[in-house]
């Protein structure tokens, strides 16, 4: 019997982290992204700004979270989320900052061998209790038009479409994606 939990990341987590990052994203975005991109992806790099990220966030309010599925002899780091107030990163073209008590999700990420046994539920509800905390009251995502995993994820749990969209070029490709929101004093439900 597993038994699923999660907890703030920690520096020795950083190069997990990144590795079910690029597993992840190889695999879930793979017909979305040019193959070479994703092929030119180096774990080290994305472990080096992991590592960063957990031992010098640039606030109190950004965390980085992970999902870990322990067994009856050893655990397993599964996934991971990570979030903190919106910033330029959480804009759409040409929009105005947006308030201080709206969180962004940065990345929500399970591993695609751990999906559907609760690991993204659990993430998710840990962050919306950290987001309570640090006094949010909306949070916001971007989703790819095109990764209906997250989309139908998000959408169990409360997140709906807020109007903005934007596409990112990747190697002269436009990748569109549209931003989700939900309010923090609601409590998500999952999967």
């Not at 957990?54 to 309010?61: D, E, H, K, L, W």
């Not at 979270?65 to 067994?71: D, F, M, N």
């Not at 949070?139 to 790819?144: D, E, G, I, L």
């Amino acid at each position: 019997m597993a038994l699923g939990f999660v907890r703030p990341a920690r520096p020795e987590d950083a190069a997990e982290i990144a590795r079910i990052q690029l597993s992840t994203w190889r695999t879930a975005y793979r017909r979305m992204f040019p193959a070479h991109v994703l092929a030119s992806l180096d774990e080290g790099y994305l472990a080096r700004g992991w590592t960063e990220a957990i031992t010098a966030p640039p606030s109190a309010r950004h965390r980085v979270l992970i999902a870990v599925e322990q067994g009856e002899s050893n655990a397993h780091v599964v996934g991971f989320a990570a979030s903190g107030p919106a910033d330029e990163q959480a804009l759409a073209p040409d929009e105005k900052p947006l308030p201080d008590d709206v969180a962004a999700v940065t990345d929500l990420l399970i591993e695609p061998r751990w999906g559907r046994r609760g690991h993204g539920s659990r993430l998710l509800a840990a962050a919306v209790d950290n987001w309570r905390d640090d006094g949010f009251r909306t949070a916001v995502a971007w989703v790819y038009e095109a990764d209906d995993a997250m989309r139908k994820f998000l959408g169990s749990t409360g997140w709906e479409p807020d109007g903005a969209g934007r596409a990112l070029d990747v190697d002269d490709l436009l990748v569109p994606q549209f931003r989700l929101h939900v309010a923090v004093n609601e409590t998500p439900a999952g999967d």
